[in-house]
C-alpha cells in the first residue's frame, strides 16, 4: 500500500470554502456507469459543477467525511480515491488491495477502510494518507 499512494493534492493548500456558488452540503455525486467518470451536481438546479475520470468499475458507492468535505471511492481492482468537494479534485489515490468490494469512513473521518475479497483482506488509510497505513488480514496489522 505504502508504494501506490499518491498525494495529487496537498491538503495543506486546500480552498477553506467551496470554490463554486452551489450549496455544499446539498451536492449529488454522480458515479456514471459505463464511462468511468464522476459528475458533481448542485442539488437545487441538477446542474453539472464538476466531472473527472475515475478508476475502472468504481464499487460499493461514495462515501462521505464526517463534515461533508470529502468523498471517497474505491474501484473493484483495489483503488481508493479522496476527491475534495470544496475544491473539486482529486487530492489522493492509494491501492488498498484487490477485488476491492466497499469502503467506509469512520465516524470521526480519521479512517478509511476498504474490504477486498481477494486475499480476504481489509486496507486501512489514516486521514491524511501521508499518515499511518496498515493493512489488515486475520485482524493483524502488517505494515
Not at 458515479?31 to 468511468?36: F, R
Not at 441538477?46 to 458507492?61: D, E, N, T, V
Not at 463534515?67 to 471517497?72: A, K, L, S, T
Not at 473493484?76 to 491501492?95: C, E, K, N, P
Request: overall charge negative; charged content about 20%.
Amino acid at each position: 500500500m505504502l508504494a501506490s499512494h499518491k498525494q495529487v493534492v496537498d491538503e495543506a493548500r486546500l480552498p477553506a470554502k467551496p470554490v463554486f456558488s452551489a450549496n455544499p452540503m446539498n451536492l449529488f455525486v454522480v458515479v456514471e456507469a459505463g464511462d468511468h467518470h464522476v459528475t458533481i451536481m448542485d442539488g437545487d438546479t441538477f446542474k453539472p459543477i464538476s466531472r473527472f475520470a475515475s478508476h475502472y468499475a468504481l464499487h460499493g458507492g461514495p462515501k462521505f467525511s464526517p463534515d461533508g468535505r470529502f468523498v471517497y471511492f474505491a474501484s473493484r481492482d483495489g483503488w481508493v480515491t479522496q476527491y475534495d468537494l470544496y475544491s473539486l479534485q482529486v487530492v489522493a489515490d492509494i491501492r488498498v488491495g484487490l477485488n476491492t468490494r466497499n469502503l467506509a469512513v469512520s465516524d470521526d473521518g480519521k479512517w478509511v477502510l476498504a474490504g477486498n475479497t481477494c486475499l480476504s483482506n481489509t486496507g486501512a488509510a489514516g486521514c491524511p494518507w501521508s499518515e499511518t497505513r496498515s493493512h489488515l488480514s486475520g485482524g493483524q496489522p502488517d505494515g
